[in-house]
């Protein structure tokens, strides 16, 4: 599980930088690395967006998980070892 929460905290980061270039530069580094223009997509830069939207939602439910666990008493940190 923690390679999983790793590799989803990685994609978020992805999609977070991502969108910060676009609100600053109008940039979007996802449809580049495609060779696509700004907000074009193609099928490889459609799955990338896809695993980072996947990824938000996996660690949102990690996150609601491991909160629910703390307000339970349990101790959440400890739980994934």
């Given at each position: 599980?923690?390679?999983l929460?790793?590799?989803?905290?990685?994609?978020?980061?992805?999609?977070?930088?991502?969108?910060?270039?676009?609100?600053?530069?109008?940039?979007?580094?996802?449809?580049?690395?495609?060779?696509?223009?700004?907000?074009?997509?193609?099928?490889?830069?459609?799955?990338?967006?896809?695993?980072?939207?996947?990824?938000a939602?996996?660690?949102?439910?990690?996150?609601?998980?491991?909160?629910?666990?703390?307000?339970?008493?349990?101790?959440?940190?400890?739980?994934?070892?």
């Amino acid at each position: 599980m923690k390679g999983l929460n790793s590799l989803a905290g990685v994609l978020v980061i992805v999609g977070a930088l991502n969108w910060g270039l676009v609100a600053i530069a109008e940039f979007d580094l996802v449809a580049w690395i495609f060779g696509e223009d700004f907000g074009s997509t193609n099928p490889a830069s459609r799955i990338v967006y896809g695993l980072v939207g996947l990824a938000a939602v996996y660690l949102m439910a990690v996150f609601a998980t491991g909160r629910r666990h703390a307000e339970a008493g349990g101790h959440a940190a400890t739980a994934s070892h």
